[in-house]
Structure formats: C-alpha cells, structure tokens
C-alpha cells in the first residue's frame, strides 16, 4: 500500500529537549515536505526537498532542520524544542514530474506538545 | 501574505443537500490548484484537481470550478453525506524566481447533519 508513514503519532516532550519526527515514503517520491497545521493559520511549510541532498527552507524554518540522506527518508529535527512549536506536523511526499502539478500524500500527522 | 483563501470557514448543510465550497486566489499565474479533504486525526487526502487551462473537472460527487477571470475556485459536493465531514482545503502551485511551492488555505469546515 502506497503511504507516507510519521512516527511517532504523539510525543509530549520538555523544552530543550532535542527530538526527531521521522517520515518515510514507500512510493519512490522525489519531493517531499514538512508543514505545521495551527488553528486560524491551516498549513504552513517548514522544509521540502527535491531530491536527495536537496532541501530548501519553506515558509516557518525557524527552529527546524531536515536531513535527506535516502530517498525514502526525510526526518525532521528541532534541536531544541520551545512550547511556541507545540503543532500537529504534517509530512507529504509527491513525485516531481510535471512541474510539481501532482497531488501531494500526506502521512497521518504528529502532535508534538512541548512543555 | 496568504495567497489562498476560503470566503466561510464553515459550512453546515442537511444531508442529501449540495455543497458549495469556494476558495479565493491571488496569483493569476498560478497553473494548478488541488482540493483536499481533512478528516479528523488525519492528514488531508486528495480530492480533485484542476489545471489552469481548464474551467471544469468532475470526479465521483464532486466537481471542481475554475474561474480564472477573478480567480475564483469552488469544490461542490452532490448528495452531501455525513461521511463528508470535514475540514476542506484549496491550495495553489505558485511557481516563482524561487522556485515552486504549494500554497495552501486555511481550510473550511463541513458539517453535514442527518
């Protein structure tokens, strides 16, 4: 089954407290991309990558880092987590031809609450 | 600024009813724009899409509108039913000297009641 797979799907952490989200997509995408979903403010793009070792800031950078060693991987860091990155984290892989002009999969999200 | 909007953040129709759902952009050279279905605890599924040199795409109950004049988007739902509960979202391809980006609204709610 072609999916985009976040773990973990819940995490209540402290502040400072270096963590990873990991992200993994089974379907050979090029693209792929992190966002934040926040009441009143939708999606918002933290980092993508258009292929491996390529990654571009998005929208809200600040306080993020992203790796893209393999195709299939693309974790997302923070360093040192502040309650101001309490989100629900969002990451979508799609393939790169055409432009871009496809649709985006979207893994099921994590919760992150830093305390 | 948002260059993806929705005119309602919610919406609430009767089962069996037909729902309109509209999205405004700003870019005029944007080329796709694609529709997406949030369901609660999930992450948005794709719906339908529609690219620039079209006006009109119809899918399962669904039907996509594009009115580039003034940059106007629209999702109806024919015979809305309660699994169309949801948080629908717009979003535009906006390419630029930058590079290209998805660029997405802040969503509408659907509540559909029996």
């Known amino acids: 089954e072609a999916q985009v797979t976040q773990n973990p799907r819940y995490l209540i952490t402290v502040t400072g407290k270096k963590l990873t989200v990991t992200c993994s997509q089974n379907m050979n995408h090029e693209y792929m991309s992190w966002y934040r979903q926040d009441p009143g403010l939708g999606l918002r793009q933290i980092y993508y990558s258009m292929n491996v070792e390529v990654t571009d800031k998005g929208d809200v950078p600040e306080g993020y880092k992203v790796s893209r060693k393999e195709k299939r991987n693309f974790p997302l860091i923070l360093e040192s987590p502040s309650p101001n990155q309490t989100s629900l984290y969002f990451c979508?892989?799609?393939?790169?031809?055409?432009?871009?002009?496809?649709?985006?999969?979207f893994g099921d999200g994590t919760r992150l609450s830093i305390l | 600024g948002e260059s993806v909007g929705l005119h309602l953040p919610t919406l609430s129709v009767q089962e069996g009813d037909n729902s309109i759902i509209n999205c405004a952009y700003s870019?005029?050279?944007?080329?796709?724009f694609i529709w997406y279905k949030q369901e609660s605890g999930k992450g948005p599924q794709f719906i339908i899409d529609?690219?620039?040199?079209?006006d009109k795409r119809q899918g399962q109950r669904v039907t996509v509108l594009l009115n580039k004049t003034v940059k106007h988007l629209s999702l109806q739902i024919a015979a809305t039913q309660p699994g169309d509960s949801a948080v629908y979202f717009c979003a535009e391809i906006l390419r630029g000297q930058a590079g290209t980006a998805l660029i997405f609204g802040k969503g509408t709610t659907l509540s559909v009641s029996s």
């Open positions: 529609i690219r620039s040199n079209m």
């Open positions: 870019n005029s050279a944007s080329d796709y």
């Open positions: 979508a892989s799609q393939t790169s031809g055409q432009g871009l002009s496809q649709p985006q999969h």
